[in-house]
T-cell receptor
Framework: IAGITQAPTSQILAAGRRMTLRCTQD?????MYWYRQDLGLGLRLIHY???????GKGEVPDGYSVSRANTDDFPLTLASAVPSQTSVYFC????????????FGEGSRLTVL | GQNIDQPTEMTATEGAIVQINCTYQ??????LFWYQQHAGEAPTFLSY??LDGLEEKGRFSSFLSRSKGYSYLLLKELQMKDSASYLC??????????WGAGTKLIIKP
């Protein structure tokens, strides 16, 4: 059982480059999320998708875009990376059940130089 | 604004009991979550409270008081593997999760 798979695990990127973080889930969850986690701060929501074909902006969407062409995949794109986007990025999904708990991927550590 | 407060770091001894507090001020309330996150790993779900009172799950218990905007996570019979960060999160009136910065728990032998 894979759950949620993120790629790459780690990446060093030059400022100004375009980068796509991949996220795939095999749990058939409708809702998917992208968070960033920075030292001393809580998880911050970048973008979310409640179901395939729809997306929404979270707390810190600027500089990021997402798409949700199907249920399983939810890629996050940085169009032109900047050093402030250095962070650990977590993809998560939820089945929207009684608790709506989130299931997280293992994270992608991104460094922008 | 919305705010979740929890201690930055706590230290406890193996075999002991520790209580991690979380206070919140949010726009509405639709449940409170506790997640565990080991260093370099993904957060994993521990507990969910939506009604006042104590929810017990093995060595872990979580308490909620909605009138006080307060929750705690109680860990009993601490083991070295419990060394991790514990994240408190509240689901607000828009069903968005507001996260605390996490409490790093250090367990000493």
């Amino acid at each position: 059982i894979a759950g949620i798979t993120q790629a790459p695990t780690s990446q060093i990127l030059a400022a100004g480059r375009r980068m796509t973080l991949r996220c795939t889930q095999d749990m058939r969850h409708n809702a998917m999320y992208w968070y960033r986690q920075d030292l001393g701060l809580g998880l911050r929501l970048i973008h979310y998708s409640n179901t395939a074909g729809t997306t929404g902006k979270g707390e810190v969407p600027d500089g990021y875009s997402v798409s949700r062409a199907n249920t399983d995949d939810f890629p996050l794109t940085l169009a032109s990376a900047v050093p402030s986007q250095t962070s650990v990025y977590f993809c998560a999904s939820s089945d929207g059940g009684a608790t709506g708990e989130l299931f997280f991927g293992e994270g992608s550590r991104l460094t922008v130089l | 604004g919305q705010n979740i407060d929890q201690p930055t770091e706590m230290t406890a001894t193996e075999g002991a009991i520790v209580q991690i507090n979380c206070t919140y001020q949010t726009s509405g309330f639709n449940g409170l979550f506790w997640y565990q996150q080991h260093a370099g790993e993904a957060p994993t779900f521990l507990s969910y409270n939506v009604l006042d009172g104590l929810e017990e799950k093995g060595r872990f218990s979580s308490f909620l008081s909605r009138s006080k905007g307060y929750s705690y996570l109680l860990l009993k019979e601490l083991q070295m593997k419990d060394s991790a960060s514990y994240l408190c999160a509240v689901r607000d009136s828009n069903y968005q999760l507001i996260w605390g910065a996490g409490t790093k728990l250090i367990i000493k032998p």
